[in-house]
């Protein structure tokens, strides 16, 4: 059933509301989702908007995000033998190669997830 509100000009419009959205946390790459989206993808905005399933969803992209961010920052560390050891031992180069892994893995996910 619908409301109606009666303006100054005597017609009468319906009220339409949002339903609720779900209140889940949106982190980093859930707020550059929904910046891609505004922009980029306006249908795909507005349809979860109006169907409340945009918080879910920008909330579920930036949980996949973190957990591919980190799986491939392991395997790239793996693989370069980033260890302990060497974070001990000398600790500038250690931050130098996690900074770039974490770059890297960031522009991957960044690039497959969030803008696309």
Do not use: C
Not at 35 to 51: D, W
Not at 65 to 88: C, D, F, N, P
């Amino acid at each position: 059933m619908l409301n109606y509100t009666t303006a100054k000009d005597g017609m009468q419009y319906p009220t339409l509301t949002l339903p609720e959205q779900k209140n889940l946390p949106i982190g980093k790459y859930g707020q550059m989702r929904l910046e891609f989206l505004k922009k980029h993808r306006r249908g795909t905005y507005t349809t979860l908007l109006t169907e409340a399933r945009l918080t879910e969803h920008l909330h579920e992209m930036d949980e996949t995000a973190r957990a591919q961010i980190s799986e491939i920052m392991s395997r790239q560390a793996t693989s370069l033998g980033v260890t302990e050891q060497m974070k001990a031992e000398n600790p500038m180069t250690w931050a130098q190669m996690m900074n770039n892994i974490k770059a890297s893995a960031e522009e991957t996910v960044l690039n497959t997830l969030i803008y696309t």
